[in-house]
C-alpha cells in the first residue's frame, strides 16, 4: 500500500481546520487530521490553527513540534517503523534493526536519497507478545525474523 | 446448515497474518459451496497460538492454531468431517492456559463480536449498569470502595476514594477520562480489550459519569494503536445509537457522552496531568499536584482519571458485587489482575488472575520460559519504568506491596523476559536514554538527568573510571527519584539501580558478548 497523500492546498486546509475547531482541545484533532490529509504538517498551517482556534503562533508551533508524530516535510513514499522497546529487544529486535539500517543504507529517523523508504523507530505496537514487531505504511507485522524483514525492506523499496 | 468460525481482528492477530487466514477460509469454502459464517472476534490473549481458529460445535467452541492461510483447505477438510488435523487443539475453554486463569475483566474477550451489542448484552453486558442505576450514586462509589479495586495503571490508588472526592467537588461540569495511553513495553491488556470488548470500558466509564456527576468522557489513546481507537470509536457510536450513551441513558435521567482522543506518540501523556493537557491541545507537560486532578482537572473541572483496565473492572463489580470481586486477591491487592507475559518467551499473552501468584510461577509454568529455549536470565516487570528483577527474586507474588518492598513495581501488569544474552548494562542505558527521549522537559532531574545518565553509563561500558562512574549513576538515580516531577524521572532509576544491584558484573568495560537471541 502506498499512501497517497493530496498536494497542499490552503484552502483544503482552511476546510479541515474548521471542521475541527469547534472540538474542545482541537489542537491535536486538528494536527491528525492535516497530516492525514497531506501526509506532513505545512508550515504554513500553523499560523491559520493558531488564529482558528485564538491562540498564538507560538503556542501552536509548541504544540506541533512536541509530539513525535507530527512531521513538518513529507515522509518518503513508504515508512517502515521498527519497535525499539524492550519486548521487542529481548526477542531480537537490536540485531534486526541493525539489519534494516545495513540493507537501506540510513539509520533510523532518516529517508534514502531516493524518498522512497522513510526508516523510523516506535516505542511499542502492543504486540510484545509476539516480537519483534514492525509497521509498514500502517500494516501490522509481528514475529519478524531476517526473512520477513528482509522481505518487508524490499516491499519498501519497490 | 452454514458452519460459524470465528477469526480474530485482534491487532496481535493481524500482525501475524489473521485476515490472510479469513480471506482463505472464505475463498475455499466459496469454491466448495460451502457457506460459511466468519465473525470476527477479539483475542483469547494466547498469542502464540495466534492466528487461532475456531469452529462453533455442539461440545463448544474447538480451536486450532496457529493457521496460516496455506492451512485453510486442510483446516475446511478437517472441520467438515470433525476429524483430526495437526493444528487442532479441542475445546478451547479447555486449554490448561486459559483454564487456570481467572477471567473477570476479560471474560468476553476472544468470545463476542466485539460490535455486538445484543452479543455484550448475551454475555452478562449491561447489567452492571443496569444495578448502578437502581442505585444512589454514594451507593455506587460504597461498591466500588469495597471492592478494593486499586488504580491499574500503576500507582495502585484506591478508585472508590478518587471517584468520591469527585463526587464530592461541586462543579458545574466533570469530566471522566480514561487513561488508555499504553506506552508501556510489553503490555497491551488495554489494546486487547478496546478490540474485542470496547463496551465494558463504555459501560464502566457510563457508571463513573453516573456515580460522581460527570456527563462527559474522553478515552485517550494512542496513535500507535489505530485498530483499537477505531473499533472504540464504532462501539460508541453503536451504544449511541442504542440510548446507552447521550441523553438520559437507557431511560434514566443521566446524560453522559464519550469521545475517543488520539495522543501523537508521546509516552509521557500516559502520565495523567501530561494526558489532561494533551486533551486541552496543549505540549504534553506535566502538571505539578496538588491541585489533584479531582478538584482542578481537565479544563479545570473536577475530573476522574483511571485507567481503562480499572474502568473494565467496574461492570463485573456492580453485576456481582463487591464481596465477589474482593475475594480474590491478596493482602491490600483485591481482584484479578490482567497479566501480561511477553518479549522472549515461549507462552506470551494475556493471563488473568488473582493476584498472588509468583514471578516464577507466570514466567517458569504459565510463560513456559524463554522462546529461543535459553535460561531466562532477568524479567522487566511494570514497563520501562520498572525493575529487572533476577531468578534469585522470582518468589516474589504479583502484589503491589510485594513488589515495592523489593523496590519494583507492577505497573500496568507487563512482564518482558531476556534470555541470557542480555546485556544489562545495555538495557539499564536504554532506561536512561528513553527517559531523555520522553522527557517532557519540564524539570530538570528528569530533563537532564537522563542524558547525563545515558553518558554516564557508556563511560562504564568503555571502563572508564567504573567505580566512580557507577557511583555517580547511582548517585544521578537518587536525585532523579526524588527530585522529579512524574514517574517518567522519578521511576527510571528503578531499571537502571535493579540492573546496577542485581546484575553488576555487566557494568565494566564490555566482554564479547553471548551470541544474541535470534
Ligand atoms: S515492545 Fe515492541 S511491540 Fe511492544
Redesign the interface.
Known sequence: MTSVYEPWEAARGADIIAEHSQM??????I??ALQEAFGYVPEEALPMIASA?NLSRA?VY??FT?????RSRPAGRHVLKLCR????????G??LAARAEAKLGIALGNTTADQRVTLEP??????????P?AMLD?R????L?ENRLDALVSEAQR | MSLRLYVPCD??A???GADEVAQALASVASQRGLTIDIVRTGSRGL??L?PLIEVATPAGRIGFGPATSADAASLLDAIVSSGQHPLRLGAVEDIPWLKRQTRLTFARCGIIDPLSLDDYRAHGGYRGLARALTLTPDEIIAEVTTSGLRGRGGAGFPTGIKWKTVAQTAADRKYVICNAD???????A??MLMEGDPFVLIEGMTIAGIAVGATKGYIYSR????H?IAATAKAIAIARKAGLLGDKIAGSNFSFDLEV???????VCGEETALME???????LVRAKPPLPAHHGL?GKPTVVNNLLSFAAIPFILDEGAKAYADFGMGRSRGTMPI??????KY???FETAFGITLGELVDEVGGGT?TGRPVRAV?VGG?LGAYFPRALFDTPFDYEAFATRDGLIGHG?I????DT?DMAK?AR?AME?CA??S?GKCTPCRIGSTRGVETIDKIRRGDRVGENIALVEDLCGTMKLGSLCALGGFTPYPVLSALKHFREDFGPQQPRLQ???
Open positions: 474542545e482541545g482541537a489542537t491535536l484533532p494536527l491528525h482556534l503556542e509548541g504544540v512536541f509530539y513525535h508524530d507530527f522497546a524492550e519486548a521487542c529487544q529481548a526477542a531480537g537490536d540485531a516506535i516505542y511499542c505496537l502492543g504486540l510484545c507478545a509476539t516480537a514487531s500502517g501490522l507485522v509481528g514475529r525474523d | 491487532a496481535g493481524l500482525a501475524v498469542y502464540w495466534e499504553e506506552g508501556d513495553s510489553g503490555t497491551f488495554d489494546r496513535s500507535e494503536y489505530p483499537a482522543r488520539m495522543g501523537a506518540g508521546a509516552y494533551s486533551l486541552e491541545g496543549k505540549r504534553g479544563f501480561q507475559l511477553a518479549g522472549n518467551i506470551g499473552g494475556l522462546f522487566q520501562p507487563g518482558v523476559v531476556f534470555d542480555v538495557q536504554f528513553f527521549i520522553e517532557c544474541a537471541a535470534e
